[in-house]
């Protein structure tokens, strides 16, 4: 879900197995997203228990990871993908890059699903939800603090001129963070308010950087930037405590839940149409609904698991899970999330 940086890494994870006879092992290629991170020891288990040897191909932002399967589909590059969410579906099944999926996992339940219209098991075109979180507004306290200003209750707010300069976004365009608040605002607010508030945000300085990481960790006040409000993660808080170098019971920093400022991001897992290594890739998505990934990736990629009833990491009581969060139909994103998208970039950016 985050540190989605603009990177194309290729790295590889092999586990020979010497026990019995030697036998060939199968190269499955996986495409994701700068932030997929998992343990180590768990990656390797997987390749000893399914016989094949891992290439991780990272590629860069969730947006850019699809445009180079959609631009690499007569000869894919990949087997499987992770990271494609309900935000890029639209994009995906258009471009017919994604396979049915037969795996178990393709027919029990999911925590959350990847379209208003999806299967019982929340699966829609092939992509299974792995995983799942609430993109917001994040505050430093400490600056509120000392500044003695009140924290914002509705995002008209931060029109006013005691918020201006405070707000660093990520583009939308290029970040699937930013691209999720964007529709979070058209969903709660309407759109033609929606862009209405886009555009009295530019006259009162927001900020719009190209991905998250450049947000949180360059702009953001808590890590040294002057911007003390940041779209993240509802999940970032509990990131805040895991991470400090000091034991702190409580986070720096929290969330603001305002109408027309949440959406619920699900990511999934899809094998890719023509990719070589079927059997490999319905292993992988199975591996990545098991229990001990779904608690993993909890603390390394800060989401939800979508597999029901696994326990939640005890860190994640500093998260937070907002009562209400905006949603659009698959129906509205396929016909009006590009539009909506260059609509943004001329009221905000031209």
Not at 154 to 176: E, F, G, K, M
Not at 238 to 254: C, L, Q, R
Not at 322 to 340: C, D, Q, R, S, V
């Amino acid at each position: 879900m985050q540190r989605r940086f603009f990177v194309w890494v290729s790295t590889s994870l092999a586990v020979m197995c010497v026990a019995g006879a030697a036998h060939a092992q199968t190269t499955l290629r996986v495409m994701t997203h700068s932030s997929f991170d998992l343990p180590k020891p768990l990656l390797a288990q997987f390749e000893q228990d399914a016989g094949v040897k891992l290439q991780i191909i990272k590629g860069g932002d969730a947006g850019e990871m699809l445009n180079k399967l959609i631009l690499s589909k007569a000869s894919p590059v990949a087997d499987v993908v992770y990271g494609i969410d309900n935000t890029l579906l639209p994009r995906a099944l258009a471009a017919g890059i994604l396979d049915r999926y037969p795996g178990p996992a393709g027919q029990r339940p999911a925590a959350a699903a990847l379209a208003d219209q999806a299967e019982p098991s929340g699966v829609h075109g092939g992509v299974v939800p792995i995983d799942f979180g609430f993109v917001n507004l994040n505050i430093d306290k400490a600056w509120f603090e000392k500044k003695g200003l009140a924290v914002p209750k509705r995002l008209q707010d931060l029109t006013t001129p005691a918020y201006r300069d405070l707000l660093v976004v990520s583009n939308p365009a290029t970040s699937s963070p930013g691209q999720a608040f964007m529709l979070a605002t058209i969903a709660g607010l309407g759109e033609q308010a929606a862009f209405d508030w886009w555009a009295q945000m530019r006259a009162n300085g927001v900020k719009v950087v190209k991905g998250w990481s450049e947000a949180y960790y360059t702009e953001f006040s808590r890590n040294g930037g002057t911007r003390p409000i940041v779209v993240s993660y509802a999940t970032s808080p509990a990131a805040e405590v895991f991470y400090s170098k000091e034991k702190i019971s409580t986070s720096p920093t929290a969330n603001l839940f305002l109408n027309g400022g949440v959406f619920r991001q699900v990511e999934g897992a899809a094998l890719i149409k023509g990719g070589k290594a079927r059997e490999a890739g319905v292993k992988f998505i199975e591996f990545l609904r098991s229990v001990p990934v779904q608690q993993a990736l909890q603390t390394t990629m800060w989401m939800y698991p979508a597999e029901p009833g696994v326990a939640q990491d005890p860190v994640m009581q500093h998260a937070q899970a907002p009562a209400h969060f905006e949603a659009l139909p698959l129906k509205a994103l396929t016909e009006n999330a590009g539009a909506w998208q260059q609509h943004w970039t001329r009221v905000v950016l031209k």
